[in-house]
């Protein structure tokens, strides 16, 4: 007899672990998944800043299922710090009018900047510096 593990449990275990390293809420991360030809799950990793309630992409992953993309994303959320770059964005957007800023880690400046506009249109935004941090 062969024992079927519940693929809803193990999906909200490793949501929980990536929760965990990253040291956030429930509030501030968003697990948004889509599924693509072939039946493949797409996962966005959305975090939400409470200090000014705007969300912003994390991360993407892509697996063949739901658990697959959620193993990929902990991998990653376990090892992003040593092999991604941190950039700090200063930013205002067209209803806020003060100036805001985020941190982002990413493969480079284009990328980050892909983050932060992530499911907005561009023309909503004002960035008005993107830098890369010193490495430490």
């Given at each position: 007899?062969?024992?079927?593990?519940?693929?809803?449990?193990?999906?909200?275990?490793?949501?929980?672990?990536?929760?965990?390293?990253?040291?956030?809420?429930?509030?501030?991360?968003?697990?948004?998944?889509?599924?693509?030809?072939g039946?493949?799950?797409?996962?966005?990793?959305?975090?939400?800043?409470?200090?000014?309630?705007?969300?912003?992409?994390?991360?993407?992953?892509?697996?063949?299922?739901?658990?697959?993309?959620?193993?990929?994303?902990?991998?990653?959320?376990?090892?992003?710090?040593?092999?991604?770059?941190?950039?700090?964005?200063?930013?205002?957007?067209?209803?806020?009018?003060?100036?805001?800023?985020?941190?982002f880690?990413?493969?480079?400046?284009?990328?980050?900047?892909?983050?932060?506009?992530?499911?907005?249109?561009?023309?909503?935004?004002?960035?008005?510096?993107?830098?890369?941090?010193?490495?430490?």
């Open positions: 007899m062969e024992i079927r593990t519940d693929v809803h449990a193990d999906a909200a275990r490793v949501q929980n672990e990536i929760k965990t390293y990253l040291g956030l809420k429930s509030s501030e991360l968003i697990f948004e998944y889509t599924t693509l030809e039946g493949k799950a797409k996962l966005d990793l959305i975090t939400v800043n409470p200090r000014h309630n705007q969300s912003f992409l994390f991360r993407t992953e892509i697996g063949l299922d739901k658990v697959e993309a959620l193993i990929k994303m902990l991998d990653y959320v376990k090892s992003y710090r040593e092999k991604e770059y941190s950039y700090t964005i200063q930013w205002v957007s067209k209803e806020m009018r003060e100036l805001q800023t985020s941190y880690r990413a493969k480079n400046m284009y990328d980050a900047l892909d983050k932060l506009y992530y499911g907005r249109d561009v023309n909503t935004m004002t960035v008005y510096s993107c830098v890369l941090n010193p490495m430490t």
